[in-house]
T-cell receptor, first 114, second 112 residues
Framework: ETGVTQSPTHLIKTRGQQVTLRCSSQ?????VSWYQQALGQGPQFIFQ???????GRGNFPPRFSGLQFPNYSSELNVNALELDDSALYLC?????????????FGPGTRLLVL | DQQVKQNSPSLSVQEGRISILNCDYT??????FLWYKKYPAEGPTFLIS?????DKNEDGRFTVFLNKSAKHLSLHIVPSQPGDSAVYFC???????????FGQGTRLTINP
């Protein structure tokens, strides 16, 4: 069984640029959720994708967007990067998309915005 | 609005003793709760969960207790081992809602 994988592991961007982060879900899972973890804080929910559609969104602006592909892998796109976007970005996969299921996390992508 | 709180940023416990990590929540609608462990440079690893219809769930050395009237849950690790040293997050969720709400984490250090 393959776990959740994310790429890249680290990324440095400058303010105003755009970034794309990638996530492959655990085999058998059809749902991907994205979280942002700032230093010293717990993960904060960005959004979830279920069967290629956005299935719930947290308190993040529209410049955070995503995609899910037919193989259930997912992308997180952030436009017009700001310094405060520097964080660890985690994706989690699960099965169901209805809430109440356990989410399994990947290792994360650490983004630094200068 | 911090709906899930872990008020102890750090905890130090002797190897072999019991570790107790605490978590409080404010939203009485939460109906399931999870604990995750996180090592540096890794993602959170699922440890154990509990549904709001239960007050205790046990898995090996890990036991989670839920006190709904106090809106409080705790994770007991016994006996504590050096490999348990990590940051522990509690998280809460709602059936029908997609997101998990996390606490800020507690750094557990197990001393030999």
């Amino acid at each position: 069984e393959t776990g959740v994988t994310q790429s890249p592991t680290h990324l440095i961007k400058t303010r105003g640029q755009q970034v794309t982060l990638r996530c492959s879900s655990q085999s058998g899972h059809n749902t991907v959720s994205w979280y942002q973890q700032a230093l010293g804080q717990g993960p904060q929910f960005i959004f979830q994708y279920y069967r290629e559609e956005e299935n719930g969104r947290g308190n993040f602006p529209p410049r955070f967007s995503g995609l899910q592909f037919p193989n259930y892998s997912s992308e997180l796109n952030v436009n017009a990067l700001e310094l405060d976007d520097s964080a660890l970005y985690l994706c989690a996969s699960s099965f169901g998309g209805t809430g109440g299921e356990t989410q399994y996390f990947g290792p994360g992508t650490r983004l630094l915005v200068l | 609005d911090q709906q899930v709180k872990q008020n102890s940023p750090s905890l130090s416990v002797q190897e072999g003793r019991i570790s107790i990590l605490n978590c409080d929540y404010t939203n009485s609608m939460f109906d399931y709760f999870l604990w995750y462990k996180k090592y540096p440079a890794e993602g959170p690893t699922f440890l154990i969960s509990i549904s709001s219809i239960k007050d205790k769930n046990e898995d090996g050395r890990f036991t989670v207790f839920l006190n709904k009237s106090a809106k409080h849950l705790s994770l007991h690790i016994v006996p504590s081992q050096p490999g348990d040293s990590a940051v522990y997050f509690c998280a809460a969720g709602l059936q029908g809602a997609q997101k998990l709400v996390f606490g800020q984490g507690t750094r557990l250090t197990i001393n030999p």
